[in-house]
């Protein structure tokens, strides 16, 4: 029965697809180097909607119906969707599924959303309880803002170790015996806190997490990093990857040039002025469900390790002198056919 | 390979036991008709911390680490936890988890949060993803006055609607094959909003819900209420208990004398002036992990149907005329033995 492989991964019977994948993302999104990998952008960071919480439901929901459409199912066909987001009380989720009519486990998983999403989809998948379910997330540079840090309006001055929060969301479908690539292993983190304190260092606080559920994934896998075609963390951005480098390397392991992170990847880090790279939920989501789905299958890829992280911390917490702890789930992606 | 029994219900093939549950309260849950069946009570509302949300998170600490000792396990022999709750960023569940070094999964499900922690675990156990697996949940009367309402030195007056968020702890050890009732069917919710717009009515934003869930229990396993030997709602209250009657009556159903709420049972609404009664994750959690499970075992009672509710609302949501949604997630507890 059990179909756990070494201390903390789980290998698939029975290897869900994912069906269709669909993104949006923001105006910052639409001037970066992966524009042309998006289903949709809009310069409008409202979305049609009078406030900005309500656009970030707003992405949700188009994000959700345009996966369905792509993969020509309604909203009746879907078993479950795994949902979360990063504003309090994830009501970016919550109010974006009211109209479905699909039930729903939401999740709190930060910027790691992506990947737990993906991991419950296909173990549920993979136990048999469904035959399609959805995994999505989304995040806003201007809700983020205004929760974490200061109103947009406000101008606050960014440190440079901050991150630029992704005003973007994606959306897979998967399916029992689906076309496309699979999911064959899941790795689950654990919260790993390494007590860094600065809350404008998410990079930093993060990359022990990432490192922590690599490790776990190449041992119990028996593998290495130049097995992967890509192996691709959430948000790191340009400190947190190099921390993840310099974590193996002290272990003898090198993460080589397959190794990058969706933070990296988001926006034009010369040209667009997001310091360390992008963060949030939307980030790893949407570069996911467009860019690395679509590389795998132009550029045949047979295996691209998903791993986004999350940060645990509150406004509360860190205010209380809190550090901030950190997550990560990954999954591994297969092209089989 | 499908369990989909119906349109919405799961039956497991090999349901998971709840092998040991415990729980935690604070002074008013001690001073109510339950505190006989408490684990662990504390006049002090800080549980020794410095702030009330570090209490939360020590709530949920030592309601696992007391889960763990009465199954006579270590951390290392669980392969899961399912936590959430109901602070910002969860934070709650996330640092409780710190020095636990077991893999997370995060929820977000408001006060449903016990119902899917266990649907979850039920279901990874069911499909073979692991022997050990905890579902976990807090409130904090402070914690939540302070973020959805006023500071509690405020001195906020309440409104007759208005329910007591319980400060309280509760966490289920499942295990695949071990002994304990078992969980046997699994309801996932969906997110219901019938447009009620009063942040302080919780419990009529809710009954919608939970009178979906559990019509859709009800006729995908095609029973009906007298079938139960105890139906429990998470935390409707005295108004959301009696809309969830209503409903079913408009439909011919009546829900009896074994149909109950959590909220109900907590304080007594006699002597304590808890208005519509107790609310938040920890008030279903606690009745749970303490009376529940105990009246199951001393009553002989062969199949309890828990299904807590949730609203999916935040302070930010309310402030920007959203409504109040809500969702349900059901389980079914046999005793079998």
New interface residues.
Partial sequence: ????IGG?T?RLS?PPAIIACANIGGKQEGEGPLADYFDELSEDSFFGE??W??AESTMQKRVLNRALEKAGLRAKDV??VFA?D??????GS??S??D???????????CSTMG?SL??AS??L??????IIAAMTSSHFCTAERQYRMPVPYGNQRTPTAQWTATAAGCSLLA?GGKGPVITHVT????I?KGICDANNMGAAMAPAAYDTLSAFFQDTQTSPGDYDLIATGDLGRLGHDIVVDLFRADGIEMGENYTDCGLLLYDLKQQDMHCGASGCGCSASVLNGYLLRQMEERSWKKLLFAPTGA??????SF?G?SV?G?C?AVLIEQRS
Wanted: net charge neutral.
């Fill in positions: 029965m059990e179909k756990k903390q789980l029975h009078k406030t919480e309500k078993d479950f979360g990063l504003l309090n009380q994830c009501i919550s109010f599924l009211r479905f009519g699909i039930p729903f486990y939401g999740l709190y998983g930060a737990e991991a419950l173990l549920l993979d136990g048999g309880f469904g035959k029992a689950c983190g654990k919260v806190d645990l911390l509150s406004p509360t917490s209380q809190e702890p997550i789930h």
